[in-house]
């Protein structure tokens, strides 16, 4: 693999083209048209707070979703995003609705009146920040391959999914499997593998390999490929990946390489303390993506990427506080089909 920093055009393999340009605007996906598609759960979030000893346990209220994390830190950009998923007709469907329309994304979710909203809690300890799942039987695990129409009647210029989605439920698998090996000459494919071992087990390295290897871009960890792959190095990992057009590689600490061809670029990690890990995968995709939609060169694409990720990596929560809400009306829908819950 070698290494160039040279400025170039990212040159989709169905023929989408990513040109460099010298100024566009911040939303430039044209009328009727959103710039970003991100489809996936977004769940109600408990975090504990300290408390007195014997008192009864404290938290507070937030939201968090890999997909739209990525969606509201476009919409912070000035980008145009559409979260697209399901919810449960409950107090904790009706917060998320409002959260994400007060950071201007725009929601296109159906809400199930059988089925609830998913919920997580983060468990702050001596050895980090440990995190337990409520989401099985979801209204979000019933998203299916029929979704992937809507996706496409709001035109988008990226669609961004990721492995957790796949990983719901054989229905929303079919849906990532659609919307990513469905090739199209407008818009891009952006699959992050987010790899999460209490969800996946060990039994869907192979679904996420093949699920990888279909989107035009993809965005996985070092570690990830070690864990799923069994992969010892960046170029190990690369090289599996074959299928993408451009392969994002994390490597922690250390920072970040693009690779496309046989050309890669790398930038560090940011420097920062860190408070809290989660989300800061989420920053840096939203952040290499929107830098990407402006055709930028692939340095800019990782700086933008790493600076992001920064601003999480140094709070508590998956996406920093901001000055003032920005009001975006979300849209709701049929029921979806009826199903106890259970807890994961």
């Known amino acids: 693999m ?5 400025e170039v055009v990212v040159s989709m393999p169905q023929g989408t083209v990513i040109q460099e340009e010298a100024s566009r605007t911040r939303s430039d996906a044209g009328p009727g ?20 000893p014997g008192s009864p346990p404290r938290f507070r209220s937030e939201i968090g979703g890999a997909e739209s994390n990525v969606a509201v830190h476009l919409a912070r950009a000035g980008r145009s995003p559409v979260w697209l998923s399901a919810l449960g007709d409950d ?24 089925r609830p909203t998913g919920l997580y809690m983060k468990e702050p300890g001596p050895r980090g920040t440990r995190v337990r799942y409520w989401r099985r039987g979801s209204a979000a695990s019933t998203l299916s391959r029929d979704d992937a129409a809507q996706v496409r009647r709001l035109l988008p210029r990226l669609v961004h999914t990721s492995g957790i989605t796949a990983a719901l439920s054989d229905s929303t698998a079919e849906l990532v499997d659609e919307l990513l090996r469905s090739p199209s000459r407008s818009m891009l494919r952006s699959f992050d593998v ?17 699920l990888a290897r279909g989107a035009d871009i993809v965005f996985c960890g070092l570690d990830e490929g070690q864990a799923l792959w069994g992969v010892h190095g960046l170029e190990e990992l690369a090289a599996l990946l074959h299928g993408p057009e451009l392969i994002v590689i994390k490597q922690g600490a250390e920072g970040a390489t693009a690779v496309r061809g046989g050309e890669s670029w790398f930038a560090p990690a940011p420097q920062v303390e860190v408070v809290e890990p989660v989300g800061a995968g989420d920053a840096f995709a939203a952040g290499f993506l929107d830098r990407l939609l402006d055709g930028a060169p ?14 999480v990596l140094g709070v508590h929560g998956d996406i920093p506080p901001r000055r003032g809400p920005v009001r975006v009306a979300c849209e709701t829908g049929a029921a979806l089909a009826q199903g106890p819950a259970h807890d994961e």
């Open 33 to 52: 048209r959103h710039d970003v598609v991100c489809v996936g759960e977004t769940m109600a979030l408990l975090v504990f707070e300290d408390h007195a």
């Open 2 to 6: 070698t290494t160039n920093h040279r």
């Open 91 to 114: 107090p904790f469907g009706h917060w998320i609705r409002e959260r994400l329309g007060a950071e201007g994304v725009h929601c296109v979710a159906r809400t199930d009146r059988d």
């Open 194 to 210: 987010n790899y999460r071992p209490a969800l996946h087990g060990d039994h869907n390295a192979g679904r996420l390999l093949e």
């Open 298 to 311: 692939m340095s800019a694409c990782l700086a933008e990427g790493a600076r992001l990720a920064g601003t």
